[in-house]
DNA sequence: TTAGGGTTAG
């Protein structure tokens, strides 16, 4: 197996050029290799000019290269300027420099020197190509890197450089062009499928990967730990368990446990299979641990959705002293969004700020996503703001998060600035702008950009962007034509479509069309509580008790349970849990007494508690009673009386806010005065001065 | 020469 190699430098300095009174055999090897510094090198640069040594070819190849790669951490300036100096650069004096400017990430140079090299007619030798080649790859430029292969088939060369060649069109998106280099070389050498390999992965090509892998061993050609890897990343994307456990196995009898990154990629594998439990077991048994065996843990918890276990991990990590990179935090941040865990995401910010971390575009735009889901829109923006390069993922959750806050013209407007920039919009951008719409009530827009995204960027609807086009024209009270929109899908409605049109027929009061729509949920979605509870409260708001306890006793006839409503208060880092009529928090008493004091004040500002939000079964007092004791009225009258007057309640709950929570908290807001941001399992409602950001509709 | 971990929606 082929390892990266080390330059150690002995430790021995070179006090002062007198010490050097005769050049051995190898200059490079005894005295350049010593040099550790500029200023080392100056000293035997200058002794080489004294003795005019300098004039001799090999003893200045030998100083640019220890000027270009060997010293570490330091610029390509003192290298250009004894390059500049050589008379007439031969092939390997070039060499260096291109070698140097690749591995130094400035391709580009790389690149504009290899030209100055063909204009000089200095004539390529077989170390040239594979390090131009590599700069392409990183530069994905295509166009120059055919170029240099129809040079390396001129030169002769060819062989030897196929795999680079693999690599680079690959790299630049050619997959197609890697499979016409792989074709003609020999298939006895494990480094050419190797490269075809990692060249399968970079395109994501999984199935390919495996076809080629069995292909392999039909031959009966020989895999490494680098086979292995690439075979084990598309075995992870195609969730094949049962290949992912041969590899584990066979890594085990053979041995290769000791290998981080194949241990790491079959962590990594088990993860992405569902296997968490299981990742975590091999993860605990390794001996040596690096970022990248931490990240793959943490992110394989993250994408379970997993996220208390990924602070645990990332707080472990922490303790190990293994410093998190951006891949780490983007994992984590990713899991604070979901929780709502301002606090956290907001010391990862910290943490990017203080240790001055690029803020590229994936890392800037799950913090703007995290932002975004806590509720905090202006800090999103900041963050927009300040990133210097934004795709379309960073404008998608720019215009999502903002529709999300009720925020919709302004998530439009962002929408007008894209296209202005010619960022292409992908099909979840459309799911952003439609639910823009939707929440700016902005019913004609709406259907005008439905169109639109087939017509002017061909993508297809999905059942997401029809759920959007029936919340749009739900929400306007054009439940009829949402209904007959439905009808009319190409596509098989799935519940969150029909769930859709049952919120709009709570809203809008339409018993008829709930009906037809609870027959179709049953039908894909029999055990869902929350459709039973909408319409029995689409019954007794209109009066039809009886009917309301039907719907409900059917339901519990069937054994569905209702799904418990819980919210969540983070204060001071701590997180505090409530549900409907908790008597078993520790704080019970003192936040019923808080509970109890809000809604008199409430009340005296106008607040009618709402019993069709109450249990069926409660009668009279006890039914205001069941709705005052509500998660959610819970956790803000704690809020209430925790925090200092004028800061902002922050609340997160599982299941859609009531409408008496809604109400109550419009007025809550009001009369003492806080913004209370409430993120229920749909959007966010952003409570100020009487009113909230949702427009009443949610 | 080839290699492991990451972002939007649902």
């Known amino acids: 197996m082929a390892t990266t190699t080390l330059h150690h430098f002995p430790s021995k300095t070179i006090t002062s050029p007198t010490t050097i009174t005769q050049f051995p055999e190898n200059p490079k090897t005894l005295i350049l290799q010593q040099c550790k510094t500029t200023k080392d090198l100056n000293q035997v640069h200058a002794h080489l000019i004294k003795t005019r040594l300098h004039l001799n070819p090999r003893f200045t190849e030998n100083l640019l290269e220890s000027a270009a790669i060997l010293i570490p951490n330091t610029t390509m300036d003192y290298a250009l300027s004894i390059f500049r100096n050589i008379n007439e650069p031969d092939p390997s004096a070039y060499n260096v420099m291109i070698r140097a400017f690749t591995l130094k990430k400035s391709p580009q140079e790389a690149l504009i020197l290899y030209q100055k090299m063909h204009e000089n007619s200095v004539q390529p030798d077989p170390f040239t190509f594979p390090c131009t080649l590599k700069a392409c790859s990183r530069l994905r430029a295509l166009r120059e890197g055919e170029q240099i292969h129809a040079q390396i088939v001129k030169s002769g060369f060819g062989s030897k450089v196929n795999n680079t060649l693999i690599h680079m069109y ?129 992110s394989g918890y993250s994408q379970a959705r997993k996220c208390k276990e990924v602070l645990d991990v990332f707080r472990d990590m ?18 604070c969004a979901v929780l709502g865990a301002l606090e956290t995401g907001k010391w990862v910010h910290f943490y990017v700020k203080k240790k001055r971390m690029e803020l590229t575009v994936t890392l800037g735009t799950v913090l703007m996503d995290f932002y975004a889901k806590c509720g905090l829109m202006e800090s999103a923006i900041e963050v927009f703001n300040k990133m210097p390069f934004k795709n379309v993922f960073s404008w998608t959750v720019l215009i999502q998060g903002l529709a999300n806050n009720g925020q919709g013209k302004r998530a439009l407007e962002f929408y007008a600035l ?20 939707s929440h700016a009530g902005l019913v004609d827009e709406g259907r005008e950009f439905f169109v639109s995204m087939s017509r002017d960027f061909g993508i297809d609807p999905r059942t997401e962007h029809y759920g959007c086009m029936v919340d749009i024209l739900g929400r306007a009270g054009l439940i009829e034509e949402a209904y007959q929109f439905i009808k009319n899908m190409p596509i098989q409605p799935n519940a969150v479509i029909w ?171 009001k009369v003492f005065s806080r913004e209370i941001v409430v993120r229920d399992r749909n959007r966010f409602h952003h409570f100020k001065d009487g009113s909230c950001s949702c427009n009443d509709y949610w």
Not at 320 to 334: C, H, I
Not at 418 to 437: Q, Y
Not at 564 to 577: A, K, N, R, T
Not at 648 to 666: M, P
Request: net charge negative; charged share 25%.
């Open 170 to 298: 690959a790299n630049c998106g050619k997959i197609e062009f890697a499979c016409k280099v792989f074709d003609g070389t020999s298939k006895s050498d494990v480094f050419a499928w190797n490269s075809m390999l990692s060249g399968y992965v970079r395109s994501e090509c999984w199935g390919e990967v495996l076809k080629l892998f069995d292909e392999m061993r039909d031959m009966g050609v020989g895999f490494d730990e680098v086979t292995l890897i690439s075979v084990l990343t598309s075995c992870g994307r195609l969730a094949n368990i049962e290949l992912g456990e041969w590899i584990h196995e066979y890594v085990e009898t053979n041995g290769l446990k000791g290998s981080v990154n194949l241990v790491t990629s079959i962590v990594d594998m088990y993860a992405k299979c569902g296997y968490v439990d299981k990742a975590r077991r091999l993860f605990e048994e390794m001996d040596r641990r690096d970022v990248v065996a931490w990240s793959a843990m943490i």
């Open 318 to 335: 922490q303790m190990a002293k293994v410093e998190p990179n951006e891949v780490t935090l983007v994992s984590v941040l990713s899991c």
């Open 418 to 437: 894209m296209r202005e920039k010619s960022i292409e919009p992908n099909d979840v951008t459309f799911i952003g702008v439609l639910s823009a719409c």
């Open 499 to 669: 769930r859709t049109l049952l919120a709009s027929c709570r809203a809008h009061e339409n018993v008829e069309i709930g009906e037809e729509s609870l027959k179709n949920l049953v039908q894909l979605e029999p055990m869902h509580s929350g459709d039973y509870i909408l319409v029995s409260n689409i019954y007794a708001s209109v009066g039809r008790l009886e009917d309301a306890m039907k719907v409900m006793n059917q339901m519990r006839e069937k054994g569905i349970k209702k799904t418990p409503g819980c919210s969540l208060i983070e204060l001071d880092g701590e997180i505090y849990e409530f549900f409907a009529e908790d008597s078993v928090s520790p704080h019970s008493k003192e936040v019923y007494n808080a509970a109890e004091k809000m809604i008199k004040k409430i009340k005296s500002a106008g607040y009618m508690p709402n019993a069709a939000d109450a249990r069926l079964d409660a009668e009279g007092d006890d039914k205001e009673a069941s709705v005052a004791h509500h998660s959610e009225k819970l956790a803000i009258a704690l809020g209430l009386i925790k925090t200092r007057p004028g800061t902002t309640i922050r609340i997160s709950k599982n299941l859609r806010v009531c409408s008496d929570c809604h109400n109550a908290t419009k007025i809550i807001s």
